[in-house]
């Protein structure tokens, strides 16, 4: 057997310190010996049996107790394996083998010794040599001061070697496996597929890795901190390499960082003959100092042979080079350059592929890792590309918003995938450079573009969740936006994009309009109303597509100073429009110089069921430059003009305005189609109860200022309409209106089984109730709405959306006290108008004028103060919608349609209107003169025919 000593070469001696980490792993092998398991009680007595054993010093071993055997025998020298063996070992603990003796040959012929679970170890306690032995899914360690051969043709696979002595390693193959090893160690002649080394030396130890090929590796956890896969890990000690060759290493091919004892310990690396490395992703060999590193001798490579490389990346980067790190090449083979952070990197002249840039004064280049450097290189105007080499959170001070310029010139940042977000805050980047971000993800803030500069944004980036406001150039290139505003008076091109939720909106500012152009490029979603906007400036679209944009896919309207000009090239494809898909509109500040134009020079392709355009005011304030084979008109009474597109899928309307029906077989089903009408999500939802519904009455604008639908349960259980719903919205919070008497605590238990914070709001009764709610709406309200607490729920339905929308209160008056319970509330509010609504019979005027500044808005009967509300709040002859639902004159627990339907009104600032089986005449003749852009049936059995009158109303 081969015994080192020193005419090797190789210097045995030193101290070894061993780290925490190395100490806990040894204690663990280095079982009592006092302690004994079942399996090694019975080992003894096999030997103690086998007479052969004892007195032979070759045995030939085939099967798992005679293996163990034979290595645990001090006497014997040479084990011959005869057969492969699968080690079992005790099912119920961690089993381990020794090797013991004065010297050991195991002999394994070709054969596999194997375990049949993960923590099987074989703990080497003598000088040994392995020869020809597959070994698979067993740890191998060898002690202190012992020298382990594993030779000829042998194989380690699916292991894990812990070598404390000196170890050689010479024609084996290696796969799946991590050897790690703190003393002298030899690889010679071998191939390692996915396996990796961790070398852990001092300055006497080295590690020889020579004629060896290295494929891929396996990743590890080493000191809590992941390290990117890299087949060659040192953190300490010398390493030297003589022809090798590294395949797929991963992100480095030789990973060298600093020892973490407080001794200084010598770290070179030495290269001979040739290394070869094929596709890192990384640099090639990276020095670097860790946090917990000694720092007090420098990390020191010596290129004394060459390097060839096969890729594109950095041959060597030396971190804080001339400090922490040394490198010592030939100028003829490597090419160097050194960044801000006194970073080198080099080059080496054999390659294969493309040769990164280096840094220098004139493209100073800089890699970042962190955010300090992150923030430095992009203040800093000298440095003209940065490299982002890990996701960075710029974590600023909780919720506040952290300002970050861009400085330079010029200034281009490679994202490489990465993420730059802030976890606390929000990022507002400053580009005063002209900038060019790639392959980058931004999360959360805002980018600033400045007057005189370009942005371009391109090659798989990703906005999420910013806000751009544009005065500079804008280019937005094959990345996705989801969540994103760009909006502004710049000049903006979007090609071969991806926006989902988002919008891109033009304007006029200071004596400029936003001029975009929009190419080859797929809209999904609408983003606070329509995806595209104008307030003055031009858009031009290029094949496009615009899928589920919400109300319309185009708005645009004209402003004082620009007007608005839209051009449709190529195809625009529009699908799911809930109205008009284009919508052209004068503008509250526009005039008859300044048109909102609309030419369509290409073709609409539309699919649904609403008109394809809406022009305002055609010839005054709009104008469409249209293609009669493609497109025809239509003229309503109020000289609207709508048009549709030929090329549609589904039905060419009717009627100038889109009816739509949330009704369900239900009041509950028909609260989750209000509900789903209005919110995509909800992080909190209102529920009273169905049957029980005065408490309910002041609840509307608590639930819009909440921005939470109203759902509808049972007194005793949750509705299982309601429940879905609550899951689909994916609330976090739900507000039940009501004491334990009208919502029991068992409907609060189940909706805390589904992890949802339940929060009761109530009083001792009704009017109690309706203070309570009150209170939690914001403080100093303009003014209250006062109803009837007893017969007042019509009244309070009319007026809820209104008082949601302006945060009114809604007072419960009782017949027989008044406001009694709001009088300190009215004091401490400062409260200086008051709406009353219903007529004397309802709120006697006892009652009204001990109330401050009162307003009464109430008729004969509820529909005529429905009517009147109707005309005090809403003036304009325009309306977003008006939502039908039954007055309850029939069957007052038919009014909860109107209850579950008034926050989405209030969010369209659009009335409800309560009607019997027929519109009254008053509400006719006023809704006869609107201009209504919907009319929605909320609930049936009773609204049809008003509901019917209204839409036949508007019909063409």
């Keep these: 057997m081969k015994k080192y000593n020193k005419n090797m070469g190789i210097i045995l001696c030193g101290v070894v310190i061993a780290t925490s980490t190395q100490i806990t792993t040894l204690s663990y092998a280095l079982e009592d010996d006092k302690k004994q398991t079942t399996i090694e009680k019975n080992t003894e007595e096999k030997i103690s049996q086998a007479s052969d054993y004892t007195k032979s010093e070759v045995v030939s071993v085939t099967n798992e107790k005679e293996l163990i055997a034979a290595l645990e025998n001090e006497n014997i020298k040479t084990v011959e394996i005869k057969n492969d063996i699968v080690i079992k070992g005790d099912p119920n603990y961690a089993f381990s083998i020794e090797v013991k003796g004065n010297e050991k040959e195991i002999k394994g012929n070709g054969y596999t010794v194997s375990s049949s679970k993960t923590d099987t170890s074989i703990w080497v306690r003598t000088n040994t040599k392995i020869d020809n032995l597959k070994l698979n899914q067993i740890r191998i360690a060898s002690e202190r001061g012992i020298n382990l051969d594993i030779v000829n043709n042998s194989e380690i696979n699916n292991g894990s070697t812990n070598f404390y002595g000196n170890a050689t390693l010479a024609n084996v193959k290696v796969n799946n496996t991590v050897i790690r090893s703190e003393r002298n160690l030899v690889i010679n002649s071998i191939k390692m597929k996915d396996s990796s080394i961790r070398y852990y030396g001092d300055s006497n130890t080295m590690a020889k890795i020579i004629n060896t090929e290295i494929n891929g590796s396996k990743e590890t956890i080493e000191t809590g901190i992941k390290i990117d896969k890299t087949p060659i890990y040192s953190r300490g000690g010398n390493i030297e390499l003589e022809n090798v060759r590294i395949i797929n290493p991963g992100s480095h091919a030789i990973y060298v960082v600093g020892s973490y004892t407080t001794d200084k310990v010598e770290q070179k690396i030495r290269i001979k003959g040739i290394l070869e490395v094929d596709g890192a992703e990384k640099e090639a060999i990276l020095l670097s100092m860790e946090n917990d590193s000694n720092k007090n001798i420098p990390l020191e490579l010596y290129i004394d042979g060459d390097i060839k490389q096969k890729g594109d990346t950095y041959t060597v980067k030396a971190e804080n080079e001339g400090t922490y790190t040394k490198v010592y090449y030939d ?226 309207e004209a402003c004082k100073e620009s007007g608005s000009k839209v051009r449709v090239k190529g195809m625009l494809e529009i699908d799911g429009a809930k109205q008009d898909a284009i919508v052209l509109k004068k503008g509250d500040n526009s005039s008859t110089e300044n048109q909102v134009e609309l030419y369509i020079d290409g073709d609409i392709k539309q699919k649904g069921d609403t008109y394809t355009v809406e022009a305002e005011k055609e010839g005054t304030y709009t104008k469409v430059y249209d293609n009669e084979s493609k497109i025809k008109k239509v003229i309503d009474k109020w000289s609207y003009v709508h048009y549709s597109t030929k090329n549609r899928e589904g039905n060419e309307p009717e009627s100038t305005v889109y009816a739509k029906k949330l009704v369900g077989d239900n009041a509950y089903q028909t609260a989750t189609k209000v509900s789903s009408e209005g919110w995509d999500s909800a992080n909190n939802v209102v529920i009273v109860n169905s049957t029980s519904m005065v408490d309910a009455l002041s609840a509307t604008p608590f639930a819009d200022y909440n921005n939470a639908p109203i759902l509808l349960t049972q007194a005793n259980k949750l509705n299982s309409e309601t429940k879905k719903e609550i899951l689909r919205l994916n609330a976090k919070n739900v507000y039940i209106i009501g004491g334990e008497s009208v919502v029991l605590n068992s409907v609060i238990n189940e909706l805390k089984s589904m992890k949802i914070t339940v929060q009761r709001i109530s009083g001792n009764d009704r009017y109690k109730t309706s203070l309570e709610i009150a209170k939690k709406l914001p403080k100093f309200p303009s003014a209250i709405a006062v109803v009837n607490g007893e017969t007042g729920l019509p009244d309070a339905v009319s007026i809820a959306p209104i008082a949601a929308e302006k945060n009114i209160p809604i007072v419960l008056a009782s017949p027989n006290e008044g406001t009694k319970v709001f009088d300190q509330y009215i004091k401490d509010n400062n409260i200086n108008k008051s709406y009353v609504i219903g007529s004397e019979v309802a709120v006697s005027n006892t009652i009204a004028n001990k109330l401050p500044n009162p307003e009464r808005i109430g008729g004969i009967d509820r529909n005529e103060t429905n009517s009147l509300i109707l005309e005090k709040f809403y003036t304009s002859e325009e309306l977003n919608n008006i939502f039908v639902a039954k007055d309850g004159m029939n069957n007052p627990k038919n009014l909860i349609d109107a209850l579950a339907v008034g926050v989405l009104a209030s969010e369209e600032k659009s009335p409800v209107v309560i009607v019997g089986n027929d519109l009254n005449e008053k509400q006719q003749s006023l809704l006869s003169k609107k201009q209504p852009k919907k009319i929605t049936q909320v609930g049936g059995n009773g609204n049809e025919n008003a509901f019917n009158k209204l839409v036949n109303m508007f019909k063409n």
């Design 331 to 556: 100028n003829s083979k490597i090419e160097k350059g050194t960044d801000i952070f006194s970073n080198a990197y080099y080059n080496t002249k054999n390659r294969e592929g493309n040769k990164p840039a280096l840094p220098n004064h004139e493209n100073q280049f800089v890699q970042v890792f962190d955010r300090d450097q992150l923030l430095k290189t992009l203040k800093d105007p000298r440095i003209k590309a940065i490299e982002l080499m890990n996701d960075i959170d710029i974590k600023s001070s909780e919720g506040e918003p952290f300002d970050i310029d861009i400085n330079g010139n010029e200034k281009e940042i490679k994202g490489n995938g990465y993420t730059i977000s802030n976890s606390t805050g929000a990022n507002w980047f400053n580009t005063y450079a002209n900038t060019k971000i790639d392959n980058l993800k931004l999360n959360r803030g805002s980018i600033y573009t400045v007057e005189g500069k370009t942005l371009d944004i391109l090659n798989n980036s990703e906005l999420n969740g910013l806000y751009i406001p544009l005065k500079g150039n804008l280019s937005l290139e094959n990345i996705k936006m989801n969540n994103t505003s760009v909006n502004g008076s710049g000049n903006l091109l979007v090609n071969s994009s991806k926006l989902k939720n988002s919008y891109i909106s033009t304007s006029y500012s200071e004596g400029k309009y936003g001029i975009a152009k929009i190419i080859n490029t797929e809209i999904n979603g609408g983003y606070y109303g329509a995806p595209i906007r104008l307030e003055g400036g031009s858009v031009e679209l290029e094949n496009v597509k615009i899928t589920n944009p919400g109300d319309n896919a185009i708005y645009a």
